[in-house]
């Protein structure tokens, strides 16, 4: 662990085992963090605190930009790394999980230099301070570019860290911290703390020297941790699962819009938050869409270009929902539950097709390379579907041109939407609707989550 500039072992001495997905074999061991190491963490960012806080913006751009240079050097271990103990394949790692933490904290070296930390507002100038030392917890699916999402704009503002990376993809985040030491960030300013959830995870959240609480993980832990930072009136941000809607309206290239959906859901081995897990298709182009989407499946071969899921647990619970997709009477079109070949954690690629609203495979975050197919009768009635979730993470509208399917976008209940194929913005906000989230992360947005005003009057 990483902690006040130093690398030591966990107090209590545990270790985790770290699992190769694809081969099923340990690949390392890193150490099982317990209260006590998080009070150490916690207490090495508090003294860090007062001369990170007062570190001019622009120098703080300059740790930031050095930081983005060690991540940049690095992408190739980086990318190694995160295959070994994710399993994502190399070029999915290479091209996503290395290259847009780079560009993420690229973001953030610019906008440290740029912000406006000071604003008149009539006769006050308000100033934004850094909230103080942010306790951050993150999960395995896209291990770095959490990590970087959340200690960039923290950095920025002028806050300390603590980090409790997930214990699944550790490794990644242990590389992290050499990069931040190399990057000349003063000690203290970032630390690592490895262990499980409910220890390491749990003392972070309910820590009095934590400020701000940024969690990203699953509903179930984040109202955990929103409800405990609630009771000690701590600031909280968190960015929780989703079920995110493609559709496809008439008059959109359907091959194009059901090719790159399918490409949406199967990426990281459907292991993303923002994942567009329905596609809503109209009754007139259903059963078109479903053939294409079926085809466009079958290149999504195990071991080849999709990747195992993280752990046995993920893909038992995958493959329970597959079985309850089948038991609920959807159409199984592709993939289904019978196991692939050979060692890896690994699910086949699945379509179901007369998937209806209200079925459980159309709620639930399934988190595996699953796609429901759902069918609407007019605009009206696919806004209704769209929004008949719990969840309002992300989502993408495809028409015949940008302005209807912008139009369309406007009644959705999301945080974000991609337009007819509109490409991943670094800069704009994400985060989530209802119970998707709470607070926003990338760019202007995210780095204003780190900062409180404090008004002078003149
Ligand atoms: P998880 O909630 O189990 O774990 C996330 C993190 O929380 C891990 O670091 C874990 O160790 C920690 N944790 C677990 N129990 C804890 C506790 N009691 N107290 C404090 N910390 C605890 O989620 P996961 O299985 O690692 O990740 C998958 C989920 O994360 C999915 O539901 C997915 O949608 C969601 N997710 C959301 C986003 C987003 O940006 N909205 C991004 C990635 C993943």
Known sequence: MFIGGG??????????????????????????????????????????????AVTPPAARAERLAALRDQLAARAEEIAATITAELGAPLAFSRAVHAAVPV???????????????????GNSTVLHEPVGVVGAITPWNYPLHQIVAKVAPALAAGCTVVLKPAED???????????VAAAGIPAGVFNLVTGLGPVAGRALAVHDGVDLVSFTGSTAVGRTIGALAGGAVKRVALELGGKSANVILPGADLGKAVAVGVANVMANSGQTCSAWTRMLVHRDQYEEAVELAAAATAKYVPGERLGPLVSARQRE?????????????????????DLPAGPGFHVRPTVFADVTPKMAIAQEEIFGPVLAMLR????????????????GLAGAVWAADDATAAAFARRLDTGQVDINGGRFN???PFGGWKQSGVGRELGAHGLAEYLQTKSLQF
Do not use: H, K, M
Request: hydrophobic letters at 45%; charged letters at 25%.
């Open 7 to 52: 690398w030591r072992a966990a107090l209590g001495g545990g270790t985790i085992a770290v699992v190769d997905p694809a081969r099923e074999q340990v690949i390392g061991t890193v150490p099982a963090g317990s209260a006590e190491d998080v009070d150490a963490a916690v207490r090495a960012a508090r003294d860090a605190l007062p001369g990170w």
């Open 103 to 121: 560009a993420v904290c690229g973001s953030y070296a610019e906008l440290a230099a740029e912000y406006a930390f000071e604003e008149r507002v």
């Open 169 to 179: 993809t550790p490794l990644v985040a242990q590389l992290f911290a050499e990069c």
């Open 317 to 337: 619970r995958v493959i329970g929902y597959i079985e309850r997709g089948i038991a609920e009477g959807a159409r199984l079109v592709a993939g289904g539950p």
């Open 376 to 391: 609407y009768e007019d605009e009206d009635d696919a806004v209704r579907i769209a929004n008949g979730t719990p969840y």
């Open 426 to 428: 670094p800069l704009a």
